[in-house]
């Protein structure tokens, strides 16, 4: 049974530039959120995505969008990318739109130059 | 505005002995809480949860407690094994393990053998 999957694992980008980062939820998981994680702090909700929507979103911009897929997996995308951007980016997955528990990946270690 | 804190940043306990790890929240809407344990270079593993209906959840050599009227909260590891070395998080949501969470900024624990 495959955990939470994220790709790719690191990297790098300059100032002013855009990411998309990937998510493939549990197996059998239909809800996705995202979190990004500071060095030395705790992760910090962006947002949630169950039946394609946007469900909830924490206190970040609008260069921080995302979307789900019919087969439940996800992207982030960061447009603009500020030097603060720079963080460990971690994919949850849930059922039943955030009802249960979630479940980890490995997150994507981003580094913006 | 820090809704959930983990005030002790590391805790070192002699293997066999009891670990104890404690968390304060702000928010008295929040009605489920979890811990979730996190290796270097992993992505945070859900260890135990409790929701605000109950005082104490266990598993094995887990135990969460909680404490509403002080909104406090802790996790007791007995016996503390040199793999339990980790960073502790606490997390807490206002509707449900899969919603939106929020986190403590961690606990280190290290585990002498």
């Known amino acids: 049974d495959a955990g939470v999957t994220q790709s790719p694992t690191h990297l790098i980008k300059t100032r002013g530039q855009q990411v998309t980062l990937r998510c493939s939820p549990k197996s059998g998981h239909d809800t996705v959120s995202w979190y990004q994680q500071a060095l030395g702090q705790g992760p910090q909700f962006i947002f949630q995505y169950y039946e394609e929507e946007e469900r909830q979103r924490g206190n970040f911009p609008d260069r921080f969008s995302g979307h789900q897929f019919p087969n439940y997996s996800s992207e982030l995308n960061v447009n603009a990318l500020l030097l603060g951007d720079s963080a460990l980016y971690l994919c949850?997955?849930?059922?039943?739109?955030?009802?249960?528990?979630?479940?980890f990946g490995p997150g994507t270690r981003l580094l913006v130059l | 505005d820090q809704q959930v804190k983990q005030n002790s940043p590391s805790l070192s306990v002699q293997e066999g002995r009891i670990s104890i790890l404690n968390c304060d929240y702000t928010?008295?809407?929040?009605?489920?809480f979890l811990w979730y344990k996190k290796y270097p270079a992993e992505g945070p593993t859900f260890l135990i949860s409790i929701s605000s209906i109950k005082d104490k959840n266990e598993d094995g050599r887990f135990t969460v407690f909680l404490n509403k009227s002080a909104k406090h909260l802790s996790l007791h590891i007995v016996p503390s094994q040199p793999g339990d070395s980790a960073v502790y998080f606490c997390a807490a949501s206002g509707s449900g393990y899969g919603n939106k969470l929020v986190f403590g900024a961690g606990t280190i624990l290290r585990v002498k053998s």
């Open positions: 949850a997955s849930s059922l039943k739109g955030g009802k249960e528990t979630q479940y």
């Open positions: 928010n008295s809407m929040f009605d489920y």
